[in-house]
């Protein structure tokens, strides 16, 4: 299993300590905190419809690596590519296939309340 594909796979297992842990980490280092810190950045991005469907309990919405982008900023994405040894678009990329089910799964009763 190539790097890629463990950084995938993990991303979307919602460890305290693991990949998502630390991407958490790396977001609160740039003053993203929690899951509130990423609903802010995502409605000031215009894509409040995209982060309420991940805290609430019907279907998630898709979102691009671009929409990441634009709502974490390059900074953010370059922080979290160098934590891992990726290039940024694929930190993007992963960003993008996991955070919707990690922010699903860190609100199971639907909002956002103390959950990092």
């Keep these: ?3 890629f ?3 995938s796979s993990l991303l979307g297992g ?6 998502t842990g630390q991407v958490m980490g790396v977001l609160q280092q740039n003053g993203i905190s929690g899951v509130s810190g990423l609903m802010q950045q995502f409605e000031q991005s215009g894509m409040g419809a995209h982060i309420a469907s991940w ?3 019907g279907e998630n919405l898709p979102v691009s690596a671009d929409q990441v982008k634009q709502a974490l900023g390059n900074p953010v994405i370059a ?3 160098q934590k891992f040894g990726i290039d940024p678009d694929a930190a993007a990329q992963l960003l993008a296939q996991h955070l919707p089910t990690a922010v699903d799964q860190a609100t199971p009763e639907g909002n956002a309340g103390d959950a990092s």
């Excluded at 919602?14 to 990949?19: C, F």
């Design 55 to 57: 805290v609430g309990n």
């Design 5 to 7: 594909d463990q950084i």
């Design 1 to 3: 299993m190539g790097l």
């Design 14 to 19: 919602g460890a305290e300590g693991g990949i």
């Design 79 to 81: 922080s979290i590519a």
